[in-house]
């Protein structure tokens, strides 16, 4: 059986091994939604920039482009920060960042449904927050 250790630091200066047993169907969905929460977001807040997979600013209401000043545009590079910085959190602190990217998600369901004609993405937001949650769930058993 292929193990790996994973170092609990729960006590300062003492170190206990506990063994994962990688071959886990549970260790598996863990890792696979933490690479995918991490390459994902990470990628989407890349392109928040370089417009190539999408033009961004259409997933912005109008009203909210109005709220904005006009400075839509520019809000899209501060959420592509955040997409970024989210990537690289749920890389390093699962535990935490899954729940952040759950949220996220769910503050970008609630942005869609304010623009008639994007409600299937919605849906589709919809699965990844849940995927989300569930790496935070999972986070609680496989990451220190």
């Not at 890349?46 to 839509?72: C, E, R, S």
């Not at 970024?84 to 998600?105: D, M, Q």
């Amino acid at each position: 059986m292929e193990t790996i250790l994973k170092q609990d630091a729960a006590f300062a200066g003492s170190k206990t091994a506990d063994a994962v047993d990688t071959s886990r169907p549970a260790y598996q969905a863990y890792q696979i939604l933490r690479i995918g929460f991490t390459v994902a977001p990470i990628i989407a807040g890349v392109d928040k920039f370089l417009h190539l997979l999408v033009n961004w600013d259409q997933y912005l209401p109008p009203i909210a482009n109005t709220m904005l000043g006009g400075y839509g545009h520019e809000f899209m590079y501060i959420v592509g920060v955040v997409e970024i910085v989210a990537g690289i959190g749920v890389f390093l602190k699962p535990k935490i960042f899954a729940y952040v990217v759950s949220a996220w998600l769910v503050l970008i369901i609630i942005n869609l449904l304010m623009i008639p004609g994007y409600f299937d993405v919605a849906l589709r937001d919809l699965g990844l927050a849940l995927g989300a949650l569930a790496l935070g769930r999972l986070s609680h058993e496989f990451s220190n």
